[in-house]
């Protein structure tokens, strides 16, 4: 089974420039998680959706981050402008209920995306 | 007081020794207690999970929770070179509210 595709794995930007990151969830699941990872921290939700509706996106500082998932498949993640303190990786998950409504399931999660902000 | 708090470590032990991971949380309505183990420029993957208080056992891992005070634990037997990654706990309500992790520890299983 293919697991959680996500691009590019790295990239770097200088503030105030805009990015986007790309994310492929296992097929079939109707969970897609987009979580925040600081240095040393644990990762932190930013949005989830349930199918293409954004189930939870209250951590989402929306004033420069944007998410959408087409046709409750993939999903893009953008930020603009980036800031300095937006450097972190950001990891997309996928599971095939919601965990938040059903504890027993399990979230897949991709390898991540290295952002630096300089 | 943030909801969950676990020591980041480092950790270093021998090949071979037991392993103790700990978190605490303070939010009551956590019912659902997760370990996860991520590698160095990996994403996490889900290790161990129980439901409310208790002890789980899968091979050399075995997590414990224990509700009235708090705290979760993971324990780690015969442990090796290959456990080195960092562990992040995680909890959350059975209400529509995100996973909630740790900071997570860095452990190192040293040959």
């Known amino acids: 089974e293919a697991g959680v595709a996500q691009s590019p794995r790295y990239k770097i930007i200088e503030k105030r420039q805009s990015v986007a990151f790309w994310c492929n969830p296992i097929?079939?699941?109707?969970?897609l998680y987009w979580y925040q990872q600081i240095l040393g921290q644990g990762p932190k939700l930013l949005i989830q959706?349930?199918?293409?509706?954004?189930?939870?996106d209250s951590q989402l500082p929306k004033d420069r981050f944007s998410a959408e998932r087409l046709k409750g498949v993939d999903s893009t993640l953008k930020i603009q402008p980036a800031k300095l303190e937006d450097s972190a990786v950001y990891l997309c998950?996928?599971?095939?209920?919601?965990?938040?409504?059903?504890?027993?399931?399990?979230?897949?999660f991709g390898q991540g995306t290295r952002l630096t902000v300089v | 007081q943030k909801e969950v708090e676990q020591d980041p470590g480092p950790l270093s032990v021998p090949e071979g020794a037991i392993v103790s991971l700990n978190c605490t949380y303070s939010?009551?309505?956590?019912?659902?207690f997760m370990w996860y183990r991520q590698y160095s420029r990996k994403g996490p993957e889900l290790l161990m999970y129980?439901?409310?208080?208790g002890n789980k056992e899968d091979g050399r891992f075995t997590a414990q929770v224990d509700k009235s005070s708090k705290y979760i634990s993971l324990f780690i037997r015969d442990s090796q070179p290959s456990d080195s990654a960092t562990y992040l706990c995680?909890?959350?309500?059975?209400?529509?509210?995100?996973?909630?992790f740790g900071k997570g520890t860095r452990l190192s299983v040293i040959a």
């Open positions: 097929s079939g699941h109707a969970t």
């Open positions: 129980t439901y409310s208080s």
């Open positions: 959706f349930q199918n293409n509706g954004v189930v939870d």
């Open positions: 995680a909890t959350l309500n059975s209400g529509n509210t995100p996973l909630v």
């Open positions: 939010n009551s309505a956590f019912q659902y």
């Open positions: 998950a996928s599971s095939p209920l919601s965990i938040s409504l059903f504890g027993n399931t399990e979230a897949f």
